[in-house]
């Protein structure tokens, strides 16, 4: 997804939502709003027009003195809920947005989307191939070898990454249908989600969430994105260099967590430019099918479960809340003790 490759010329766009890419352009560095965009696309919402988000943001947030979010389309409330904690996210931004003119929001937008689409050229280009390292046990050789900048030979043309990327549900090992995903006669859509996704890359029709989003490809992507490349061997912690230090991170957010699902699907893939109308890769559509399950509030006690697993695995040392407190200890005597006496108190209290 490099930040040279997406422009796809005059790409048909999905009307209705902010929350689908626009036209991008190239990226500057080191001002704060392209800096922010950056951090903002990796963890919270990466594939969609910052301009447009922006202005329709701020004309909702007039109309919302009227009726209430609830009242508007699941994929407006989604685009809302982005607008708002990118508004959480940065400063002064809100007033900047609201006491500026059109001009001034549109080219806020435009920073924030030249890092975001920057981060994700920056994502894209390392991993290509430090992927090559994370296909088999280490020691051991890619067989027939894979080229580390060339794409063509990978996806559903080499054995070992058209074993990654069958979707899961279909046999590899069948001929047939090996076959028909290396012709393109079985076309793939986005929301026919890869094997590699789950742990161990084994999928349990009786049981779909089972490993979801677990697999050891997704953790090495991860920690090469966000802990530093150097990190991917080494025990999970935030390095001074890595951008979940850099920005203060200290858990695994949804969006993250979709976004190197996407970089790592990617990267295994045989295509070598990333394009909204790629229908190889179907890229976007991939991105937002895993964040419409994230996000799902059915799905909520198997997502609670996934995101406190990743947030230990990545950042062990930061995920005080989530960690049980060892039986006996003084911390848990004091949390007892306290627990007692509010109890008392709100019993007096009756």
């Known amino acids: ?176 249908i090996k076959q028909n995903l290396k012709s393109g006669e079985t076309a793939v859509r986005g929301d026919q989600w890869p094997v590699f996704l789950y742990a161990g890359y084994e999928y349990d029709p009786e049981d779909p969430w089972k490993g979801l989003l677990k697999s050891e490809i997704l953790i090495f992507g991860f920690k090469h994105v966000f802990t530093s490349p150097s990190s991917v061997d080494k025990e999970p912690r935030a390095t001074r260099s890595g951008n979940a230090y850099l920005h203060g991170m200290k858990s695994v957010t949804k969006g993250s967590l979709a976004y190197i699902a996407t970089q790592v699907r990617f990267s295994l893939s045989s295509s070598s430019v990333f394009s909204r109308t790629d229908t190889v890769t179907d890229s976007e559509n991939f991105y937002h099918s895993i964040l419409d399950l994230l996000e799902d509030p059915d799905e909520c006690e198997e997502v609670v479960e996934l995101m406190t697993w990743w947030t230990r695995r990545i950042f062990p040392n930061s995920s005080h809340s989530q960690r049980s407190i060892s039986t006996n200890s003084a911390l848990s005597k004091i949390r007892a003790k306290r627990a007692a006496l509010q109890g008392q108190a709100s019993a007096d209290s009756t």
């Open 1 to 176: 997804m490099s930040s040279d490759e997406n422009s796809a010329g005059s790409s048909r766009k999905r009307s209705g939502s902010a929350l689908w890419m626009g036209p991008r352009k190239k990226a500057i560095s080191s001002n704060p709003l392209v800096l922010h965009g950056r951090h903002f696309g990796r963890t919270v919402f990466a594939l969609c027009n910052y301009p447009s988000l922006l202005t329709a943001g701020i004309l909702r947030l007039e109309e919302l003195q009227d009726s209430p979010i609830e009242d508007y389309p699941a994929d407006v409330r989604r685009e809302h809920r982005v607008f708002m904690e990118l508004i959480d996210s940065y400063p002064s931004l809100l007033d900047r947005l609201t006491n500026g003119e059109e001009e001034d929001v549109i080219h806020v937008g435009e920073l924030l989307g030249k890092g975001a689409s920057g981060a994700r050229g920056d994502d894209t280009k390392t991993p290509k191939s430090a992927v090559l390292e994370w296909l088999v046990p280490r020691g051991q050789a890619v067989i027939p070898p894979l080229s580390r900048n060339i794409k063509f030979d990978r996806g559903f043309n080499h054995e070992v990454t058209g074993a990654l990327l069958c979707p899961a549900g279909l046999d590899w090992s069948n001929p047939e």
